[in-house]
């Protein structure tokens, strides 16, 4: 992690072959964001904390031998960053295809079909087909609540719920629980969601989730479309200075 | 420059019906055996699921109909829901229902009946067919393809362009008819119309030179089943479930679709693994029943619209026994297309149906949901149960060929005894054995996944159950 | 370019049989004037309308043969159209005898590797789907 700035100063650097400046409190991301320069991403979202989980923002940068997560690497004088070489793209359609295989997801006959950040990101890194052993574990769908349903078959462990339940709506309901491969979302220390007793049932997790892990009650295939406009807004205004 | 494909590069994956003839010691049968061997699992796939995933994934039991599971599927989940579909919704869902009965019954009549009667039943197999058909009585060609494409492009007005529509939801619809694909819906009818007008006016006559084949397709008298209006007339979305004897009387009181269970049981061979239903009063296997068009129209009072009904009355003018001939499958299904048709139309008609209220949202409210449908082959029958979150915990579905699956090896069972003295198959049987399944135009694909054609496998087998004769037939 | 009608064949849910419906898509997502794109599960009687309605027709569905085929096909009145079970030949000549329309055919048969119950495709599939993309930019720039 890079360490943090107290205050910032004005660099140059180069991304993709471009000259750009920007400040030094910003990362990679969100510099190629304004020069109109789309990373991948699943784990970041504007408006919540970046954790670099996903990987798939990695970029190369020059003299590194190692790739660098964008959301979390913040820019320096003189760096050059290449955002989509052969290596990046073959990397992360491996990683695409390892959040395919690791879970269930058939997106025929789910909730966020056509609407998936998921899906697009398939899309978006060529990924045709997954040529990794699907893992298939058995996992039990947590209908508990009264307005949400989590399936674990879908969740790819962005963390986007965890962080916005406790960023945002301050109530830190979902966490992560075991590790590698075995690690899982849970509410509360692993209560049934309907039986948590912090979940202010607000549905920023809903909201936030890129798949259909946590959708509405109710709705039925594809028609789960996500509303994530409140989240900068929300940021914005709690950050107003007291 | 071409050269001949050899190849057939349409590839399916086919699966074989096979029959098994059990020989008695003195060369005569004792029983012929339908196996369906394919297994799908479907009811073992949905659980763990949400209740509301299940119309789409029901619907992927068959790329074929999907729109007869979507309906099934829905309506149990309206059950697990405990609401009133809105009526709009209700009547929308009733248009995709008849659209898929219209385009399913054209295509099995343009394919089974029409070269049978237009070419005759005695030119050999090679002229018998489409190809010749469609040489000798375009007319009649080109009516079968527009019944058929009426029907599918209703389909795909309402629930889009996609193999699986997903557009029947629980509760309801998930979007209303706009004003532009009623009158694109409209605008088809008359030339549907005219179509299956037209096929009946030659349909009818034909009839008179087939009288032998009729007698020797005359079937064994079997229980019917399927659903009816409050009034006892034709229905294929909704209503009561009627037991009917095989004159067409009810044999008992109409009762709710839901009740099904106390009527039906479903009997398991260990050498199918397609399950045995049966009418519980009459135990197994005495319980043998049929569904499908020709059970419908047997048993109903009347259609409801005024051609279908003028029809019905001259199909009517047939006597009991010769109604109860598989042959007249091609009249039923001729009857229920004008009948789809006319029902369409009466009910786009309506201004209501651009009604945009076609969905009622709820929650679960029962732990157990019945949906009861007719598809175009007979009763269809949805039966979940879900926890107390939605789950769904058991299901189990009876479809058409399952209920027809005693009257299909009743009727294999019948032939092989009428062809077969001694240890030999005999090319005629193959024939008759085809044309007994195909009465019933099983899909198999529905009750497991056998695509394609009817390839046949035939195994004679003597009492100690070794095999005596193999033939097949690609 | 000529008005063309593409049609892909098979099931999404039997891994390689989807190869015709996913060269569908590939070429669907190009945005081609011209090209009409249609994906079925199997080949039903009433395409013949359609396919009367082009100058060309092009049919692209899965096979259990090594080797990629693209040829020109012709209406075969003497094939057998059996069951729900239509060849391409078939409905050609339907198109031929019903509506007097005799569009140019080609037939791209994609060579198939694995057919079980799954979705997506083998990895040979997928390899035979590129070659099958670059076979149908070559007919399709052929005029």
Redesign the interface.
């Known amino acids: 992690m890079p360490e943090t700035l107290t205050s910032s100063e004005v660099v140059t650097l180069t991304i993709n072959g471009q000259e750009v400046s920007a400040r030094t409190d910003e990362t990679i991301m969100e510099v190629a964001e304004e020069q109109g320069i789309r990373i991948p991403a699943l784990c970041h979202i504007s408006g919540l904390s970046d954790i670099g989980a996903c990987r798939l923002c990695v970029v190369e940068i020059q003299g590194s031998p190692k790739l660098q997560p964008a959301c979390v690497t913040r820019v320096s004088e003189g760096m050059t960053v290449s955002t989509h070489t052969d290596r990046l793209r073959a990397h992360r359609r491996t990683i695409v295809e390892m959040l395919f295989a690791e879970r269930n997801h058939v997106c025929s006959v789910c909730v966020s079909n056509g609407h998936c950040d998921l899906q697009n990101l398939a899309v978006e890194c060529g990924m045709q087909e997954v040529t990794l052993p699907y893992l298939a574990p058995k996992l039990q769908v947590d209908a508990s609540h009264k307005r949400f349903v989590m399936d674990p078959n879908r969740c790819v462990m962005c963390t986007r719920c965890v962080r916005v339940c406790d960023e945002i709506e301050g109530a830190h309901t979902w966490d992560i629980m075991g590790r590698g491969v075995d690690s899982r979302v849970i509410t509360d220390l692993g209560k049934p969601w309907g039986e948590s007793d912090t979940c202010t049932s607000c549905g920023k997790c809903v909201q936030v989730c890129p798949t259909g892990a946590l959708f509405e009650k109710g709705v039925s295939v594809a028609e789960m479309t996500k509303r994530r406009q409140f989240l900068p807004y929300l940021k914005t205004m709690r950050e107003v200075p007291k | 420059m071409s050269k001949t494909v050899t190849i057939d590069p349409v590839t399916r994956i086919e699966g074989h019906a096979k029959i098994t003839i059990m020989m008695n010691d003195d060369g005569t049968v004792d029983e012929a055996r339908l196996h369906i061997t394919q297994f799908r699992g479907f009811e073992r796939i949905c659980e763990g699921r949400p209740f509301y995933e299940m119309p789409s994934l029901m619907a992927r039991i068959c790329g074929i109909c999907p729109v007869s599971h979507l309906v099934a599927s829905a309506k149990a989940c309206d059950a697990l829901l405990a609401v009133a579909v809105p009526e709009t919704g209700a009547r929308l869902r009733r248009i995709m229902n008849l659209a898929q009965i219209v385009q399913s019954h054209s295509l099995s009549f343009f394919h089974l009946s029409a070269p049978d009667l237009l070419l005759g039943m005695d030119a050999s197999p090679a002229s018998r067919n489409i190809m010749a058909l469609v040489s000798s009585h375009p007319q009649a060609a080109k009516d079968g393809i527009a019944l058929r494409r009426f029907g599918q492009h209703i389909i795909e007005l309402l629930g889009g362009k996609r193999i699986h529509p997903a557009w029947i939801v629980p509760g309801g619809v998930s979007a209303p008819l706009t004003q532009e694909h009623r009158d694109e819906i409209l605008a088809t009818i008359p030339e549907a119309m005219e179509a299956v007008q037209r096929t009946l006016a030659w349909f009818k006559p034909s009839l008179k030179k087939f009288r032998e084949e009729i007698g020797v397709f005359a079937n064994f008298p079997t229980l019917l089943m399927g659903l009816v209006t409050p009034s006892g007339d034709l229905e294929h979305y909704d209503g009561r479930l009627r037991f009917a004897k095989p004159d067409g009387t009810p044999r008992m009181e109409d009762v709710a679709p839901e009740r099904f269970n106390e009527f039906i049981g479903e009997a398991v061979e260990d050498w199918t693994y397609l399950k045995f239903p049966y009418f519980l009063q009459d135990g197994y296997p005495d319980g043998i029943y049929r569904v499908g068009p020709l059970a419908r129209l047997n048993m109903v009072g009347r259609c409801g619209t005024p051609l279908a009904d003028a029809e019905l009355e001259e199909y009517r003018q047939l006597s009991v026994e010769e109604r109860m001939s598989s042959f007249h499958y091609h009249w039923a299904r001729l009857i229920e297309v004008l009948y789809g048709i006319e029902r369409i139309k009466e009910i786009v008609s309506d201004p209501d149906i651009l009604d945009t209220h076609v969905r009622a949202h709820a929650e679960p409210n029962r732990s157990e949901g019945i949906g009861v449908s007719e598809a175009p082959r007979g009763t269809l029958m949805h039966h979940y149960k879900i926890d107390e979150n939605g789950l769904i915990t058991w299901s189990n579905l009876i479809i058409a060929t399952g209920h027809n699956n005693l009257a299909m090896n009743k009727g294999i069972t019948q032939a092989a005894k009428h062809y077969i003295s001694g240890f030999d198959i005999p090319e005629p049987l193959l024939n008759r054995v085809e044309a007994v399944i195909r009465t019933y135009d099983p899909c198999l694909s529905c009750s497991t996944h056998a695509f394609g054609q009817m390839p046949i496998r035939m195994q004679m087998v003597d009492s100690k159950g070794m095999v005596v004769k193999e033939v097949s037939r690609q | 370019m000529k008005r063309t009608l593409l049609v892909g064949?098979g099931?999404?849910?039997?891994e390689d049989?989807a190869l015709g419906p996913a060269l569908v898509e590939l070429a669907a997502t190009k945005g081609l004037s011209g090209l009409t794109t249609k994906?079925?599960?199997?080949?039903?009687?009433?395409l013949?309308?359609d396919i009367a309605a082009s100058e060309r027709v092009i049919?692209a569905?899965?096979?259990?043969?090594r080797e990629m085929?693209v040829?020109?096909?012709?209406p075969d009145?003497?094939?057998?159209?059996?069951?729900?079970?239509y060849?391409?030949g078939?409905l050609l000549?339907?198109a031929d005898?019903?509506y007097n329309a005799q569009p140019e055919a080609w037939?791209i048969?994609i060579p198939?590797h694995s057919?079980e119950?799954r979705?997506?495709?083998?990895?040979v599939?997928?390899c035979a789907?590129q070659q099958a993309a670059v076979a149908l930019g070559n007919l399709l720039a052929a005029d």
């Open positions: 064949c099931s999404p849910l039997r049989d994906v079925v599960h199997q080949l039903t009687p009433e013949a309308i049919f569905d899965a096979s259990m043969h085929l040829d020109r096909i012709k009145a003497g094939a057998s159209a059996e069951s729900h079970l060849t391409p078939a000549a339907l005898t019903l037939i048969a198939g057919f119950l979705q997506g495709l083998s990895v599939g997928t789907l």
